[in-house]
């Protein structure tokens, strides 16, 4: 999914947004330092496998998820990370590890850590690794109607 792609899918939701280019980041805590902005304010998305199928979590680039969380979450007895290959089947038109933690608009289940869930502003990846939005978080949980749940803990060296 391109940036304007992505743009399109929230115009069509009546969703008001701000959209930025950035240098090229790989990384969660990489995109909060390109944008200026905590590292508690960047959505990041985590896709997981059940048997059940596919679902995305979301956290702060501060946090790591948790799969026995997200495994009880969920009801489910196995829960593992997404393979790259199936990254790519889910997410075509996006650059690996670029993308938007709306799973809704990829017919995905989505969960929230409840850390995200109380920040007014968030920043995501927009599909690929310069291009960045931001929006009310309000706005981001009506778009992907998320589970909000605990599903992360506190990475060993966090960013602010």
Not at 31 to 53: D, Q, R
Not at 117 to 138: N, P, S
Request: glycine residues 4%; aromatic residues 4%.
């Amino acid at each position: 999914m391109s940036a304007m792609t992505l743009e399109t899918a929230l115009r069509e939701q009546n969703v008001p947004f701000r959209r930025s280019r950035h240098r090229s980041c790989f990384t969660s805590p990489e995109l909060a330092a390109a944008v200026h902005v905590s590292g508690y304010n960047v959505a990041k998305p985590v896709i997981v496998k059940t048997p059940a199928g596919f679902a995305m979590c979301v956290l702060t680039a501060c946090d790591q998820l948790d799969l026995s969380k997200v495994a009880d979450v969920l009801e489910a007895h196995t829960v593992r990370l997404a393979t790259e290959n199936e990254m790519r089947r889910l997410f075509p038109d996006c650059e690996i590890g670029a993308e938007p933690p709306i799973g809704a608009i990829f017919g995905l289940r989505t969960i929230v850590d409840e850390r995200l869930h109380y920040d007014d502003e968030i920043v995501m990846q927009a599909g690929t690794h310069r291009d960045a939005i931001e929006m009310r978080r309000e706005d981001w949980e009506r778009v992907c109607r998320p589970i909000v749940a605990k599903i992360a803990r506190k990475r060993v060296v966090g960013v602010d």
